[in-house]
């Protein structure tokens, strides 16, 4: 079955400070790779998506994903993190469901806290 | 304009009632879902409808009705409340159920809480 694990269940980051939120898929096919943000008391913002091409993604608010099928990661990443970044970050996948159609399945979120 | 849209923000009620809520998209979507987020804030798919049709149906149980009148509209009805229904519930619609294309764009939520 598909899955997503984002080992990190919080992490604590200085202002300024470069960010890394890792995010490992089980799939068997070639995955669709999504990272989601969710500030406090809103909905999922999508912040990037690898379907396929290049492994370097780039999304809003500076952030950039790699994939790396041989790690089976795709690993959230920014050079200097805000304090307004401070917020839950979801890694998600593609998957197919068992009558052909595609759901996304989420990992378990990653908090990130921002300190001055 | 709000692209996603639910009503109402916040619910409290007591076990045994029977709730729905509304979510609205106005993004010319053919395709809507509703998603339940835990305490723990564990996010799993509830149910997708694709132009008015169910496509996906995540062993919910039945209590959960949703309907969709139109495409631009997917409903969760709930019947006989429980305890462990407390959660947020949050809408989400993308262009349509074709990988590509299934960005999914989420509503603010709605949080119930059944005493």
């Known amino acids: 079955a598909q899955s997503v694990t984002q080992p990190d269940i919080h992490i604590t980051v200085s202002e300024g400070a470069s960010l890394e939120l890792r995010c490992n898929y089980s799939?068997?096919?070639?995955?669709?790779l999504f990272w989601y943000v969710q500030s406090p008391g809103q909905g999922l913002q999508l912040l990037l998506k690898y379907f396929s091409g290049d492994t370097l993604v780039q999304g809003i608010k500076g952030f950039e994903a790699e994939f790396k099928r041989s790690q089976s990661s795709f690993n959230l990443r920014k050079p200097s993190v805000h304090w307004s970044d401070a917020a839950e970050y979801f890694c998600a996948v593609g998957a197919i469901t068992n009558t052909g159609f595609q759901k996304l399945v989420f990992g378990t979120g990653t908090r990130l806290l921002v300190s001055p | 304009d709000t692209a996603v849209s639910q009503t109402p923000k916040y619910l409290v009620t007591q076990m045994g009632n029977d709730k729905s809520i509304k979510c609205e998209q106005n993004l010319g979507h053919d395709t809507m879902y509703w998603y339940k987020q835990d305490s723990k804030k564990f996010l799993k798919i509830m149910f997708s409808?694709?132009?008015?049709?169910?496509?996906i149906n995540e062993t919910v149980p039945n209590r959960f009705s949703p309907k969709s009148p139109d495409k631009a509209h997917l409903n969760l009805h709930i019947n006989s409340l429980e305890l462990g229904d407390s959660a947020v519930y949050f809408c989400a619609s993308s262009q349509d159920m074709l990988v590509g294309n299934n960005e999914q764009f989420f509503g603010p939520g709605t949080r119930l809480t059944v005493l």
């Open positions: 409808y694709n132009n008015k049709e169910l496509i």
């Open positions: 799939y068997g096919a070639t995955p669709y």
